[in-house]
């Protein structure tokens, strides 16, 4: 093979594996916003959160819904993973709220009360019931809806040594993903057992969609592949100071220091 057919074999192989996409946008919402997280579920509604109170708006920005709760101190977590399932950590004492759709406190109960007082991170699984991170055992654990548990991963530090506390787990309902600053993503199957790591930079936020993950680092938005590792680059609107991303569904949302801004893109 001559040298220039290598050269292009190359080239197509980068091709391949970074593409970029979502480079023609159009700005079709915008909020200001106090509360600094947020988050989105599948219909596209936006949710806003710090201290006790979240807020949920439409996907053109209306505001929809509040939910203040200021007993159980910050929250730490919001999990919209399932619309109808809304999950509120708050990791001051380990208190967990479940809200339906309409707000609505369903289900409330404690991590330390089920025997897990050192856990700080608890997700939704759409296939019923939770997992949460246990450090004392150094395993994920699935609990069911009544709050047993039906599942275990395997031993963490068994497949890799953590340089830090975890930071972030979610369930796409394919797969659970648990964030390790340092070292990346972690990748369990839905049965618990350890299928990769994807290494990647310290992340400010990540969510998992279709078999894909999509990473934030501050800087460059990527949309990794799970099974394949393929990974594309989405082109973030120009002049915007983005801190914080999500998509969905031909949508990119960002977060500045005062705004929410909701974009379509082809």
């Not at 938005?221 to 969905?248: A, F, K, Q, S, Y």
Request: aromatic content about 10%; glycine content about 10%.
């Amino acid at each position: 093979m001559n040298i220039s057919k290598q050269v292009l074999l190359i080239l197509v192989g980068c091709i391949s594996t970074f593409n970029l996409y979502g480079q023609d946008y159009t700005l079709i919402a915008s909020m200001e916003v106090v509360d600094t997280n947020f988050t989105t579920d599948q219909l596209g509604r936006i949710y806003t959160y710090s201290s006790g109170n979240l807020i949920r708006y439409s996907p053109t920005g209306k505001k929809e819904q509040e939910f203040s709760v200021y007993n159980r101190g910050a929250i730490g977590y919001l999990d919209t993973t399932d619309p109808l399932k809304i999950l509120i950590f708050y990791p001051d004492h380990g208190d967990v709220s479940i809200l339906d759709a309409g707000f609505s406190e369903n289900v409330s109960f404690t991590l330390p009360g089920l025997g897990y007082p050192l856990s700080q991170l608890i997700c939704v699984s759409p296939r019923i019931g939770y997992w949460l991170l246990d450090p004392a055992q150094r395993k994920l654990i699935k609990l069911n809806d009544q709050l047993n548990v039906v599942a275990e991963s395997t031993l963490i530090d068994r497949v890799e040594t953590l340089p830090a506390d975890p930071t972030g787990l979610i369930d796409s309902g394919d797969w659970v993903v648990l964030q390790v600053p340092g070292l990346g993503l972690m990748v369990f199957d839905q049965y618990g057992t350890y299928f990769k790591t994807i290494r990647t930079n310290d992340l400010l936020s990540f969510q998992v969609d279709s078999g894909k993950i999509l990473t934030f680092d501050g800087k460059v938005l990527r949309r990794i592949g799970i099974n394949n590792g393929i990974t594309e680059h989405m082109v973030l609107p120009e002049g915007v100071d983005v801190e914080g991303v999500r998509v969905i569904e031909g949508r990119i949302i960002l977060r500045t220091n005062h705004q929410i801004l909701v974009y379509s893109f082809e």
